[in-house]
Protein backbone atom coordinates (compact mmCIF):
# COMPACT_ATOMS: atom_id res chain seq x y z
CA UNK A 1 0.00 0.00 0.00
CA UNK A 2 1.83 3.39 -1.34
CA UNK A 3 -0.23 5.62 1.30
CA UNK A 4 1.89 3.63 4.09
CA UNK A 5 5.34 5.03 2.12
CA UNK A 6 4.07 8.10 1.35
CA UNK A 7 3.00 9.36 4.53
CA UNK A 8 5.04 12.01 6.34
CA UNK A 9 4.38 14.92 9.23
CA UNK A 10 2.79 17.96 7.48
CA UNK A 11 3.01 20.81 9.30
CA UNK A 12 2.59 23.78 6.93
CA UNK A 13 -0.76 24.35 4.42
CA UNK A 14 -1.61 26.07 1.63
CA UNK A 15 -4.10 28.68 1.58
CA UNK A 16 -6.96 25.88 0.60
CA UNK A 17 -10.06 24.25 2.45
CA UNK A 18 -10.25 20.46 2.93
CA UNK A 19 -13.95 19.85 1.71
CA UNK A 20 -16.57 18.20 3.71
CA UNK A 21 -16.59 15.16 1.65
CA UNK A 22 -12.84 14.14 2.04
CA UNK A 23 -13.37 15.09 6.32
CA UNK A 24 -15.99 12.18 5.91
CA UNK A 25 -13.56 9.81 4.14
CA UNK A 26 -10.69 10.52 6.65
CA UNK A 27 -13.52 9.69 9.20
CA UNK A 28 -14.58 6.72 7.58
CA UNK A 29 -11.02 5.78 7.44
CA UNK A 30 -10.37 6.26 10.95
CA UNK A 31 -13.46 4.61 12.62
CA UNK A 32 -12.93 1.23 10.16
CA UNK A 33 -9.65 0.45 12.59
CA UNK A 34 -9.26 -2.27 14.37
CA UNK A 35 -10.55 -2.11 18.20
CA UNK A 36 -10.08 -4.52 21.13
CA UNK A 37 -13.49 -6.45 21.46
CA UNK A 38 -14.88 -3.82 18.68
CA UNK A 39 -15.38 -1.58 21.46
CA UNK A 40 -14.92 1.48 19.18
CA UNK A 41 -13.79 3.87 22.02
CA UNK A 42 -13.14 6.75 19.30
CA UNK A 43 -15.17 10.26 19.11
CA UNK A 44 -13.45 12.81 16.49
CA UNK A 45 -14.23 16.75 16.96
CA UNK A 46 -13.78 18.40 13.48
CA UNK A 47 -12.69 22.18 13.90
CA UNK A 48 -12.81 24.80 11.63
CA UNK A 49 -13.29 27.55 13.67
CA UNK A 50 -9.82 29.84 13.70
CA UNK A 51 -10.48 30.73 17.45
CA UNK A 52 -10.88 26.96 18.94
CA UNK A 53 -7.82 25.99 16.42
CA UNK A 54 -5.67 28.70 18.43
CA UNK A 55 -6.98 27.33 21.10
CA UNK A 56 -5.65 23.73 20.45
CA UNK A 57 -2.94 25.12 19.22
CA UNK A 58 -1.77 26.36 22.50
CA UNK A 59 -2.61 23.47 24.23
CA UNK A 60 0.50 22.16 23.56
CA UNK A 61 3.71 23.27 22.96
CA UNK A 62 4.11 21.00 20.27
CA UNK A 63 0.68 22.00 18.49
CA UNK A 64 1.29 24.90 16.86
CA UNK A 65 -0.29 23.12 12.82
CA UNK A 66 -3.22 23.22 14.74
CA UNK A 67 -3.32 27.29 14.11
CA UNK A 68 -2.38 27.06 10.31
CA UNK A 69 -4.14 24.12 9.31
CA UNK A 70 -7.63 24.60 7.68
CA UNK A 71 -9.12 21.76 9.94
CA UNK A 72 -7.96 19.72 13.15
CA UNK A 73 -9.28 16.71 14.36
CA UNK A 74 -9.46 15.58 17.97
CA UNK A 75 -9.44 12.24 18.78
CA UNK A 76 -10.65 11.49 22.05
CA UNK A 77 -11.64 8.48 23.94
CA UNK A 78 -15.01 7.82 25.52
CA UNK A 79 -14.22 7.18 29.55
CA UNK A 80 -16.82 4.95 30.09
CA UNK A 81 -18.54 1.92 28.40
CA UNK A 82 -15.36 0.31 26.95
CA UNK A 83 -15.28 -3.34 27.56
CA UNK A 84 -11.77 -3.34 27.54
CA UNK A 85 -10.32 0.03 29.24
CA UNK A 86 -6.51 -1.23 29.39
CA UNK A 87 -7.27 -1.47 25.08
CA UNK A 88 -8.04 2.67 24.59
CA UNK A 89 -5.12 3.41 23.97
CA UNK A 90 -4.19 1.03 21.31
CA UNK A 91 -7.35 1.60 19.68
CA UNK A 92 -6.84 5.21 19.04
CA UNK A 93 -3.92 4.50 17.40
CA UNK A 94 -4.85 2.15 15.08
CA UNK A 95 -7.90 4.83 14.32
CA UNK A 96 -5.32 7.90 14.23
CA UNK A 97 -3.20 6.18 12.05
CA UNK A 98 -5.86 4.90 9.49
CA UNK A 99 -7.04 8.79 9.21
CA UNK A 100 -3.28 9.78 8.40
CA UNK A 101 -2.93 6.74 5.84
CA UNK A 102 -6.16 7.83 4.08
CA UNK A 103 -4.66 11.64 4.25
CA UNK A 104 -1.83 10.54 2.36
CA UNK A 105 -3.75 8.73 -0.14
CA UNK A 106 -5.89 11.43 -0.51
CA UNK A 107 -3.08 13.92 -1.06
CA UNK A 108 -3.57 15.63 2.08
CA UNK A 109 -0.61 16.34 4.59
CA UNK A 110 -1.45 16.01 8.44
CA UNK A 111 0.68 15.68 11.73
CA UNK A 112 -0.30 13.52 14.58
CA UNK A 113 0.52 15.74 17.82
CA UNK A 114 -0.21 14.06 21.37
CA UNK A 115 -2.19 14.80 23.77
CA UNK A 116 -2.51 11.97 26.28
CA UNK A 117 -1.01 11.07 28.67
CA UNK A 118 -0.06 14.63 29.23
CA UNK A 119 -2.58 15.97 31.63
CA UNK A 120 -1.55 19.46 31.33
CA UNK A 121 -2.31 19.01 27.32
CA UNK A 122 -5.44 16.88 28.02
CA UNK A 123 -6.72 19.42 30.09
CA UNK A 124 -6.38 22.89 27.94
CA UNK A 125 -7.05 20.54 24.56
CA UNK A 126 -10.60 19.83 26.67
CA UNK A 127 -11.42 23.15 27.40
CA UNK A 128 -10.89 24.54 24.16
CA UNK A 129 -13.31 21.89 23.15
CA UNK A 130 -15.90 23.35 25.56
CA UNK A 131 -15.26 20.92 27.99
CA UNK A 132 -17.33 18.26 26.97
CA UNK A 133 -18.33 15.09 29.65
CA UNK A 134 -17.01 11.62 29.53
CA UNK A 135 -14.55 12.08 26.96
CA UNK A 136 -10.41 11.87 27.50
CA UNK A 137 -8.57 13.86 24.55
CA UNK A 138 -5.91 11.85 23.01
CA UNK A 139 -4.44 13.36 20.01
CA UNK A 140 -4.44 16.05 17.46
CA UNK A 141 -4.13 15.97 13.74
CA UNK A 142 -3.49 19.12 11.68
CA UNK A 143 -4.81 18.29 8.52
CA UNK A 144 -4.80 20.47 4.65
CA UNK A 145 -3.26 20.38 1.12
CA UNK A 146 0.56 20.55 1.91
CA UNK A 147 2.45 23.83 1.19
CA UNK A 148 5.30 22.73 -0.86
CA UNK A 149 6.68 18.96 -1.71
CA UNK A 150 6.44 16.59 0.98
CA UNK A 151 9.93 14.40 2.09
CA UNK A 152 8.36 10.81 2.94
CA UNK A 153 10.57 8.64 5.07
CA UNK A 154 8.53 5.52 5.56
CA UNK A 155 10.52 3.69 2.58
CA UNK A 156 13.96 4.20 4.14
CA UNK A 157 12.77 3.20 7.27
CA UNK A 158 13.11 -0.81 6.97
CA UNK A 159 16.54 -1.98 9.61
CA UNK A 160 17.07 -5.66 9.29
CA UNK A 161 18.70 -5.36 12.31
CA UNK A 162 15.38 -5.09 14.23
CA UNK A 163 14.40 -8.29 12.81
CA UNK A 164 14.11 -11.62 14.90
CA UNK A 165 13.65 -14.75 12.72
CA UNK A 166 13.10 -17.86 15.14
Not at 3 to 20: E, F, G, M, Q
Request: net charge negative.
Amino acid sequence: MEAIYKRASVRTYADKDVPDELVERLLRAAMAAPSAGNQQPWEYFVVRDADIRQKLADASPYAKPSGRAPVVFVACCRTEGTRFPECDTHDMAASVENLLLEAADLGLGCVWMAVEPFEDRMAATLEALGNPQGLRPFAQIACGWPEGEVAAHGAERYDESRVHWL
